[in-house]
Every structure is written in C-alpha cells, then in structure tokens.
C-alpha cells in the first residue's frame, strides 16, 4: 500500500494525461476518478441499477450501458436530480479509489481529479498541470478535432487556473515540450520521495 498520496488536477488539455504517464514511467501507481466513475455504472454493478430505478430504462441505451451524455444532460438542468446522482455515486467512487490506492505498491501514488476543483480527504498533497489557454486550445483542437468555440465553453464550465493554482502545493507549467515535462517529473518525482519517507 502506497502510504502517500498527491493529487493531480488541471483544466482541459492542461496535459494531466501527459504528465501522469511519466511518473507512470518511473513505475507509480495513477487512480483516476473519472475512470472509477466509469466502471461503478458498468453493467451488473449495483449502482446502475440504482440510477436506473430513480431515472428509468430511458437512461440506458440499447446495449444496456448508461448513457452518459443523457444522464448529464438531465442533471445539468437540474439540482435536486443531480444530488441524487451524487448519492448514488459518491461513495462507490471513493471505495474504488481508495481501493486502487489501497492496492498500489510503491513510496506513493498518485490520484487524477479531473472534473472538479480536486479537493479530497484521500489526498497528502495536489500537483497542478497548467498550460497557457492558447496551448490547451491548440493542443485539444489536434487531439480531438473538437472546434475552438467547443473547446472554449469547456474551459469556461471549469474551475479556472487561477482557482486550481490556488490549492497547489507544486505546479507543472506546461509550455514548452515534452522534454520539459520529464524534467518536471523527475524533479517532483525525488521531492514526493523525500515526503513519503519523511
Ligand atoms: P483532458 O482534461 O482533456 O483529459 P489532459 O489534461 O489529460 O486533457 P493531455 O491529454 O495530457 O491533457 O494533453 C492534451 C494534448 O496535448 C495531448 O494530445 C498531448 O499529447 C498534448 N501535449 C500535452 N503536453 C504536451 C507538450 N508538453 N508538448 C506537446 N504536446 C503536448
């Protein structure tokens, strides 16, 4: 069990994915909320069934998996459903990462808290990845062939870098190459150690 935990969080195309593959290099174990809110809803697992009793069949579709964009879409209009949601989902979330974690060998691992702001009770310390907007927008244009203005109101229904940079304890400025990011890596790499011994 790694018994030291960073957090990583970052807006879209900040290069958190980038970023977590080099110290997933260096041999550390990456949880990932977004993937663990995935699975929880597979097929078979308890809490689908929950979310299907509350909003119905409707939100499956024809495969029987959760329609996703659907299920975001009705809970965005509205509060009292999304809470429900959240009710259903929260803790499963959590049990799962606490379980990767729980799982992962080595000094430390490490935790992707994509969507929100990334506070959580499972975390020692929060890793920032942050890049200029022009270079997110530039680099998730490439990677996704999603339009600029698609992009742009992504960025807007996030937390800003501003409000992420204010709960950071270490920051990856993403704007050079990859080069620099292994740099970067290499660096937090030794001072995590430090910490996780310490
Ligand atoms: P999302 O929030 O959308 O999942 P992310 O924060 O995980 O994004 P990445 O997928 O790591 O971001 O990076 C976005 C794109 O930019 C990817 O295609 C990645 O290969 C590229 N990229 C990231 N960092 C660099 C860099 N320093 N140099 C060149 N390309 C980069």
Partial sequence: MAGYVVGVTGGIGSGKT??????????????DADEASRKIVEPG?????????YFS???LDETGRLNRKKLREIVFNDVSKRKALEGFTHRPIMDELQRQLHEARGEYAMLVLSAGLGTSPLIDRMLVVDAEEPIRI??????????????????????????????????????????QVRADVSRL???????ARA
């Fill in 57 to 59: 069949k409707d939100i």
């Fill in 138 to 179: 530039q680099r998730v244009m490439i990677r996704d062939g999603s339009s600029e203005a698609l992009i742009r109101q992504i960025i807007n229904s996030q937390p800003s870098s501003e409000e992420r940079l204010a709960i950071a304890d270490d920051v990856v400025e993403n704007n050079s190459d990859i080069d």
């Fill in 45 to 53: 697992q308890p809490v689908l069934d929950a979310i299907t009793e």
């Fill in 18 to 31: 980038t970023v977590t593959d080099c110290f997933a290099d260096l041999g550390i174990v990456i949880a």
């Fill in 189 to 195: 790499h030794a001072r995590y150690l430090e910490l």
